[in-house]
């Protein structure tokens, strides 16, 4: 694992999706989710993906990052797809309707246009959701997390899981890298080429009981730190990362009121009109 | 120590401590990195992954209820750095699972303590095979069509090789672990209390 792949901020960043409050954060995240699961069509997922990217410019993220991220996410896209051909090779007949063939290499494995149309919808979906979720992840720290989940009527105990996670997601990644390095010191083959699928994971025991161990046992110290500072002691809760909305959350307001209400449509149509296939194919 | 006995309802939800919380979020934060990082893939966004795990240790140490909602958030997690789509049929169906797993106190296998036996381990087997023909076998597929109104081809390919490689996983990794930390917590092995 490299840790760099693993970046969650702590400090907000000072660009205008920084800067909105971690309500408006999570709710226009929440909002675009949504939307990405309900759709298949290609018509609305491509204005979106392009507008994400805008959003991951607008960001200023660390590009050496992003691009090592991106053609990990891009290559284990590519083999899921690459899977699913070689299980139903004519997958696109049920989801977009016939099956044009392009090219036979055996009865069996087939080349559909449809199929490949279905692959590119769902790459472009899948990369869709990628990029928005790193943008989420870049512009939030683990506090607007929580409030942000909190101002959707969120219990605040299942708020505190969720940013405490977040917040030692970095942590577990080096704690786990360190453990890695030190085992390997010592010996322990973790390289596919070299050790066999059995014995690799045996040696994932050996990293992971003293991951797991460290770990849980952060636990009674954060936990007693928290009950010190009166932790669950009131029915409600505030958050200091929240602030008043600015002039940016206003509008954003309107921008993730017009997701839902374009989420909203998308299900209505699809509930309505029930097509026969649920991938639009021109 | 108290020897009050809980009862099954207690001990299904777990107790709401401060302690419990921050355990739920460990085993969140764990699963996200381990289902990330730390799996061999086996079939489309399933793979032979460590994260399983830790659905065996915060059940043991803190119950079924608490073992669900890590690998419920946990897989949300792994879902967001991920980067493969947000599939929340199958954050439900781990979610399950972990419940089914995480029912390790109900049969008395109290790992905290350091009791965990051979017959606790024969339990152990049948819940987690259980576990994961229920959450994956029809948790996940309903909840896939449900959602998604996908084919389930693919679901039906990746939920038979998730129930073998999370079964084997849990199992194959699980008891040897759940031995070694019984062992390292048992306290009060040899020792009686005196009044």
Known sequence: MNSDRLFINVKPGKTFIDRLTGKTKV?????????????????????LFFLFIIALISIRPNWKKVWAVMGFIILVNLFNLLLMWLVEPDYGRNVVGGSTVLYRLSDFYIISAETMWYFFVRFTKFMATFVISLVFIQSITPSEMAAGLYSIKVPYKACTIVSIAFRYIPDIARDFQNI?????ARGLELDSRKASLMTRLKQNITILAPLIITSFDRVGNIANAMDLRGFGKKKTRTYYAEHEDTRGDKIMMLVYLLFYGLFL???????VTRPEYQVWYP | MDNKKESIGKILLGKWSTKT???IAIGAALFGVLMNFGGIRVFTNTSLTTAMIIDVIVGA???????????????????LIGGWGFWFDWSIGNGVLGFFVGLLPIYGAKIADGIFEVKHAIIY???VIIGNLFAFGVV???LTYLFYSQELTITWG????????????????????LFLLAKRNARSTNLTKED
């Open chain 2, 140 to 142: 996940t597929p309903v």
């Open chain 2, 61 to 79: 140490l803190f119950g079924p209820l608490p073992a669900a909602l890590a690998a419920f958030f946990g897989n949300v997690i792994a879902d």
């Open chain 2, 158 to 177: 990746q939920a038979i090789s998730a129930v073998i490689s999370n079964a084997s996983v849990q199992i194959i990794i699980g008891i040897p672990l």
């Open chain 1, 180 to 184: 890695k390095i030190s085992m390997q």
């Open chain 2, 125 to 127: 087997v049948v819940t």
């Open chain 1, 27 to 47: 709710r226009t995240f929440l909002a675009l989710i949504m939307l990405l699961i309900a759709t298949w069509d290609i018509r609305l997922i491509l204005p």
């Open chain 2, 21 to 23: 919380i921050i355990g």
């Open chain 1, 265 to 271: 449509a998308v299900v209505i149509i699809k509930i």
